[in-house]
């Protein structure tokens, strides 16, 4: 999975909610190309995601730079009832390295 929402009772998260629930990831990619003179491209990305819990229609939005802070509507006992999720860079990494070849 490209991005990380912490552990629910010993399991990824995102893992957890596609078992129970079965689940969505859409990414939405901005790439700025500037050029800084005749032989150099500065590349820079920004990738919007959106995580969707299919059965109950949950919603969580975040980017590749800025993780965003969820509330769980029923924790694991002991847990916290917020969480963070956020970007691997897997797909960062992987565009960025693809550009780098171009």
């Not at 565009?95 to 780098?100: D, G, N, Q």
């Amino acid at each position: 999975m490209y991005v990380d929402c912490g552990m629910m009772n010993n399991e990824i998260y995102v893992d957890y909610i596609d078992r129970i629930f079965e689940s969505s990831l859409r990414a939405d990619l901005v790439i700025q190309l500037k050029e800084t003179n005749q032989s150099t491209t500065n590349a820079s990305l920004d990738i919007s995601y959106t995580f969707i819990s299919l059965e109950s229609g949950t919603t969580w939005e975040f980017s590749s730079n800025k993780p965003a802070s969820i509330w769980v509507a029923t924790p694991a006992e002991g847990a916290l009832p917020q969480r963070e999720c956020l970007s691997k860079h897997i797909l960062e990494e992987s565009l960025i390295s693809k550009i780098r070849n171009l």
